[in-house]
C-alpha cells in the first residue's frame, strides 16, 4: 500500500477554503449564497431560503450577523461540525418507516444464546447479557431452558461448562427493559429442554411476571391468515416455541417435531469473518455438546406452555414447496448457517419468496465454540428476518448488525426494501441483475481528526478502508493511501467510485487501521451505516470502537453524491 508523508493539514483550513468560496470576498456569508452552498454542494436539493435562514438562527451566535441574515465563518464551521452534517441522516434517527406491514416484511433484530457473555463451552452466562442486548435494540432474544432444582428451569448452554441462571430472573430481567428502547415487540425465542412439570413453571413465571405484557390470544382486528403489524404488536412480548396441534388437526410426524434442533445440526466446518472479511482460519468439529450417536430425547410440550403461542409457532423446515403447501402464516423455522446458506445458493428465488409469508430464523453453526459470527448481510440478502448472531462478540459481523439497525429510530426492526417484498418480480441476489440501472456511488475520504492512538509506543500510520456490503456482485472495498506519523488530522483526498445494482440491501463500513507491516493492519475505529441512510455533501463520520462505543471526537470527513 502507497504510503506518504503529508504537508500540515486541518480540518478547519479545508472548511474555511469551502467558506470563502461561498462568501465571494464578503465579510460574512449571506443567506442566499449560503443556500446555494445547501442547493450545490450539501446537495439539498428541497432547501430554500428559509432552510437557510434556520440554520443561520440555529449556528450562528453573532447577534448583528444573524439578525442580517449573514453567517461568520464560526457560524459556519458550527454548522459543519454538527449533526446537521453528520453522514447518517438525522430524519433516520426515529421512527420513519410504515410500521403496520405484517412481520414477515422487516428485519428483526435478532441474538443468539443471548445469555452468555463468553464463549460457548465454558463461558458465564449472566443477566446483564439480556439487559445489553435489548438496549441495543434487540427484539428477539434466545433462552435455553433446562430443568434446574427445586422445581426451577435454568438457563444455560446445556452439557457444557457454561453457568447456570434462573428462567424467572431472565424473563424478570426481560419484563424490566423489554421497551425502554423501543416500543415495538419483542420475540422470547425459547429453545426448550425441559420435563412437562417444569414448562408448567416456565409457562407460570410467564404470564405472573410478564402480566399484560404477554401476548395470550391473537389480536381480532388484523388480517385473517397474515401476520400482525410491529404496530399491532406494540408493547406486546411472543413466545417462540413448538406449539400442541388441535385435535381436529392432522398433521405429519415431521411437523409434530421441534425446529431443528441447534444441536443437531451437520458437523461442517465454516469459515472465520475476520476483520478483513476474508478467511483467517478454519473451524473445525471437535467437540460437541452432546456424545456423538446419542439420541436425542423428545420434548412434549406441556399444555399450559404450548397455549402462549400465538403468532411464532416453531416447526421444522423440509423444504420449500412444503412449506409454500402446509406451512401456515403463524408457524415460523430455523436453520443453521451451513444449511442457510446452501439454500440461498441454489435456491434464492425460492427463500426471498418463502420469506415473505414466513418469519425465519438463522443461527451460528454449532462449532463456532469461541462465539464466533458469520456474515449476515448474505442472509439479509434473501429476506430472512431473524438472523440472530452472538451479541457478545466483536468484529465486522456485529458491527453490520449495528449499522444495519441504526437505521428507522434504532427500534430493531427494519422494513426489507421492495425487491424483497414484491411476489410480483422474481430476485435472486445470486443471479445476475440484468435489466437494472446501477446506482453510482462517488465517495472522497478527504481526511481525519482526532483518530485514537492504539499503541502508546507510537502515533498512527492510518489509512481508510470503504467497504461496501451487499448482495455479492455488489461487494466492494477500496483504500486510501497511508499517511505517516499522524493521528491528529490526517490528510487523504481520496475519491472512491462504486457501481452498485442494489443499493438499497447495502451498508457503508468506513473502517480506519494503523498499518503496522507491508500486508499487515491493525483496526482503529469504524462507522457502518445502510446506504438509504447516507447524507451527499460534505460530511462527518463518526467512528466507533470495536466494541461499539463511541470514539468522539474521533472522525472522518468525507463528500459524497450518488446517481
Known amino acids: 500500500m502507497e504510503s506518504r508523508s503529508q504537508p500540515p493539514y486541518s480540518r478547519r483550513v479545508e472548511i474555511q477554503n469551502i467558506y470563502q468560496t461561498y462568501a465571494s470576498g464578503q465579510p460574512t456569508l449571506p443567506a442566499s449564497n449560503f443556500l446555494r452552498f445547501l442547493q450545490s454542494d450539501q446537495l439539498e436539493l428541497s432547501a430554500e431560503l428559509d432552510t437557510a435562514i434556520r440554520l443561520i438562527d440555529k449556528y450562528e451566535i453573532d447577534e448583528a450577523v444573524r439578525g442580517s441574515r449573514g453567517m461568520t465563518f464560526e457560524g459556519f464551521f458550527r454548522y459543519m461540525e454538527s449533526k446537521d ?12 418507516q410504515d410500521m403496520n406491514q405484517p412481520l414477515s416484511s422487516y428485519f428483526i433484530s435478532s441474538s443468539h444464546n443471548t445469555y452468555l457473555t463468553g464463549g460457548q463451552l465454558i463461558g458465564k452466562s449472566h443477566l446483564d447479557a439480556y439487559f445489553t442486548a435489548l438496549r441495543k435494540g434487540c427484539r428477539c432474544l434466545e433462552i435455553d431452558c433446562w430443568d434446574g432444582e427445586n422445581m426451577e428451569p435454568v438457563v444455560f448452554h446445556g452439557h457444557t461448562l457454561t ?6 430472573d ?34 407460570e413465571h410467564l404470564t405472573s411476571i410478564l402480566g399484560d405484557k404477554l401476548l395470550r ?34 398433521r405429519s410426524r415431521d411437523e409434530f417435531d421441534d425446529e431443528e434442533d441447534e444441536e443437531e445440526e451437520e458437523e461442517e466446518e465454516v469459515d472465520e469473518y475476520d476483520e478483513e472479511g476474508e478467511t483467517q482460519s478454519r473451524i473445525s468439529w471437535f467437540w460437541s455438546p452432546r456424545k456423538r450417536g446419542s439420541k436425542k430425547k423428545k420434548v412434549v410440550v406441556a399444555q399450559s406452555l404450548s397455549d402462549l403461542v400465538i403468532y411464532t409457532r416453531s416447526v421444522k423446515f423440509v423444504n420449500f414447496a412444503h412449506s409454500e403447501s402446509r406451512q401456515n402464516f403463524n408457524e415460523n423455522t430455523s436453520m443453521a448457517e451451513m444449511k442457510a446458506r446452501k439454500l440461498a445458493k441454489v435456491s434464492g428465488r425460492d427463500f426471498v419468496l ?33 438472523v440472530a448472531l452472538n451479541f457478545q462478540s466483536f468484529g465486522k459481523p456485529m458491527d453490520l448488525n449495528d449499522g444495519r439497525f441504526l437505521d428507522n429510530g434504532g427500534c430493531g426492526y427494519v422494513l426489507k426494501p421492495a425487491v424483497l417484498t414484491c411476489s410480483e418480480k422474481s430476485f435472486n441476489p445470486h443471479c ?11 465517495i472522497k475520504v478527504i481526511s481525519g481528526s482526532n483518530l485514537p492512538i492504539i499503541r502508546s509506543s507510537r502515533v498512527l500510520d492510518s489509512f481508510v478502508k470503504v467497504e461496501i456490503h451487499g448482495i455479492g456482485s455488489d461487494y466492494c472495498q477500496k483504500s486510501t493511501s497511508t499517511v505517516k506519523n499522524n493521528s491528529l488530522n490526517p490528510y487523504w483526498g481520496t475519491y472512491m467510485s462504486f457501481r452498485l445494482k442494489i443499493p438499497e440491501l447495502c451498508l457503508i463500513r468506513f473502517n ?7 500486508f499487515s493492519s491493525e483496526f482503529v475505529g469504524q462507522y457502518t451505516l445502510p446506504f438509504n441512510c447516507l447524507k451527499k455533501g460534505y460530511r462527518w463520520v463518526p467512528l466507533r470502537s470495536r466494541d461499539g462505543y463511541n470514539l468522539d471526537p474521533a472522525s472522518l470527513f468525507v463528500y459524497i453524491t450518488h446517481s
Open 85 to 96: 452534517c453528520c453522514v447518517f441522516n438525522q430524519a433516520h434517527t426515529s421512527v420513519y
Open 163 to 168: 453457568t447456570k441462571i434462573l428462567f424467572k
Open 170 to 203: 431472565v424473563i424478570s430481567t426481560v419484563e424490566e427493559h423489554a421497551f425502554e428502547v423501543s416500543p415495538y415487540p419483542v420475540i422470547l425465542s425459547l429453545e426448550n429442554h425441559c420435563s412437562k412439570p417444569q414448562q408448567e413453571v416456565m409457562a
Open 217 to 250: 390470544c391473537p389480536l381480532n382486528e388484523t388480517a385473517p391468515g397474515v401476520l400482525p403489524s410491529p404496530n399491532d404488536l406494540k408493547y406486546k412480548i411472543l413466545i417462540k416455541n413448538k406449539k400442541l396441534a388441535p385435535a381436529d388437526e392432522v
Open 354 to 386: 418463502h420469506n415473505q409469508r414466513f418469519l425465519s430464523r438463522i443461527y451460528p453453526a454449532g462449532v463456532r465454540t469461541t462465539s464466533s459470527n458469520y456474515n449476515p448481510q448474505e442472509f439479509w440478502n434473501v429476506g430472512s428476518q431473524l
Open 432 to 442: 445476475r441483475q440484468r435489466d437494472v440501472k446501477p446506482t453510482q456511488l462517488l
Open 512 to 518: 480506519v487501521r494503523d498499518q503496522t507491516g507491508f
